[in-house]
C-alpha cells in the first residue's frame, strides 16, 4: 500500500514539477512530453527506488527494476493530468497526454 503512494505522489510531484517549469521557461513547453520522462525517471533513479522491493517481487536486476520503476512513475502522470482536468475542466495548454480538446463549432 504504501509502495503505490510513493509511486502516485512521485507522480503528482513530476506533474507539478513539469508544469512549473513549462511555465516558467516558454522553450520547454514543446518537449513537455519528453521533459516528463526525464523527470520521472531522473527521480526514481535518483532515489535508487524500486517499487519492486515494496512489494516483494523478485526481479533479476535491480537496475532495471529502478527503471521500470521510472517509467511507471512518468506513465502514471497521465492519470495525474487526466485527474485535474476533471476537477478544473481546464486541461493543460497543449496536452500531448490526453490529446487537443476544441469545442463545436456551429454550422449553421
Given at each position: 500500500?504504501?509502495?503505490?503512494?510513493?509511486?502516485?505522489l512521485l507522480a503528482v510531484g513530476t506533474v507539478?514539477?513539469?508544469?512549473?517549469?513549462?511555465?516558467t521557461?516558454?522553450?520547454?513547453?514543446p518537449f513537455r512530453s519528453l521533459l516528463?520522462?526525464?523527470?520521472?525517471i531522473g527521480a526514481v533513479v535518483a532515489l535508487d527506488?524500486?517499487?519492486f522491493e515494496g512489494w516483494g517481487v523478485a526481479v533479476r536486476d535491480r537496475a532495471t527494476g529502478v527503471w521500470i520503476?521510472?517509467?511507471v512513475v512518468a506513465g502514471?502522470?497521465?492519470?495525474?493530468?487526466a485527474v485535474f482536468a476533471y476537477l478544473?475542466?481546464?486541461?493543460?495548454?497543449?496536452d500531448e497526454s490526453l490529446g487537443e480538446h476544441r469545442t463545436l463549432r456551429k454550422a449553421a
Open positions: 500500500m504504501y509502495t503505490f503512494a510513493i509511486v502516485a507539478k514539477l513539469v508544469d512549473f517549469l513549462s511555465d521557461l516558454p522553450m520547454v513547453k516528463t520522462f526525464v523527470v520521472g527506488y524500486s517499487m520503476t521510472g517509467f502514471m502522470t497521465v492519470a495525474w493530468r478544473t475542466h481546464d486541461r493543460a495548454e497543449r
